[in-house]
T-cell receptor, first 116, second 109 residues
Framework: GAVVSQHPSWVICKSGTSVKIECRSL??????MFWYRQFPKQSLMLMAT?????????EQGVEKDKFLINHASLTLSTLTVTSAHPEDSSFYIC????????????FGPGTRLTVT | EDKVVQSPLSLVVHEGDTVTLNCSYE??????LLWYKQEKKAPTFLFML????IEKKSGRLSSILDKKELFSILNITATQTGDSAIYLC?????????FGAGTTVTVRA
């Protein structure tokens, strides 16, 4: 149980375009979802925390107008990278949490974004 | 600012060896320390440690937490090539998990 999927698993887009990444909890209701990014050989950096039906809380240094997060239902959160640039190329991982407890996060398989 | 430091950053061992991975932390309102294994994709959960001095074991893996000295170790005995991965340490408070940079373990046959 507690499976999280992400779509797409990888995406290539051109500079200046926007790309949307979906994160779904398949067999549980995730009241809270987290979005991370991971650069090669570096750790997961939390970008934002989103609770269903409310605005996401962004970590310091993360541009909320660039990384739009929507958590419209208890099983779906989306991250839209707007006006993507090559420096946005990274591995994006989401996680879902039952009952909003940060200690119990179930991670998705990640999305590799390459901006050309 | 919360800080999680893992060492070493990487190591190479031969099958059958034992490895010890270290994680030290400075986190406000500490709740638990977690270990994950990451093989190219999403991290998979290994252990959650909340109390000091109580060893947790799962097969050839074990881990322990020292809340006084603010560190944890993860041991892998009789390593196998399937243990090759990045091992991540994360520390949680009420708001988030803070991750270390990870230790890349390579097990050679």
């Amino acid at each position: 149980g507690a499976v999280v999927s992400q779509h797409p698993s990888w995406v290539i887009c051109k500079s200046g375009t926007s790309v949307k990444i979906e994160c779904r909890s398949l067999d549980f209701q995730a009241t809270t979802m987290f979005w991370y990014r991971q650069f090669p050989k570096q750790s997961l950096m939390l970008m934002a925390t989103s609770n269903e039906g409310s605005k996401a809380t962004y970590e310091q240094g993360v541009e909320k107008d660039k990384f739009l997060i929507n958590h419209a239902s208890l099983t779906l959160s989306t991250l839209t990278v707007t006006s993507a640039h090559p420096e946005d190329s990274s591995f994006y991982i989401c996680s879902g949490s039952l009952a909003g407890d940060v200690l119990f996060q179930y991670f998705g398989p990640g999305t590799r974004l390459t901006v050309t | 600012e919360d800080k999680v430091v893992q060492s070493p950053l990487s190591l190479v061992v031969h099958e059958g060896d034992t490895v010890t991975l270290n994680c030290s932390y400075e986190v406000t309102n500490f709740r638990s320390l977690l270990w994950y294994k990451q093989e190219k994709k999403a991290p998979t959960f290994l252990f959650m440690l909340t109390s000091s001095g109580i060893e947790k074991k799962s097969g050839r893996l074990s881990s322990i937490l020292d809340k006084k000295e603010l560190f944890s170790i993860l041991n892998i005995t009789a390593t196998q090539t399937g243990d090759s991965a990045i091992y991540l340490c994360a520390v949680g408070n009420d708001y988030k998990l803070s991750f270390g940079a990870g230790t890349t373990v390579t097990v050679r046959a």
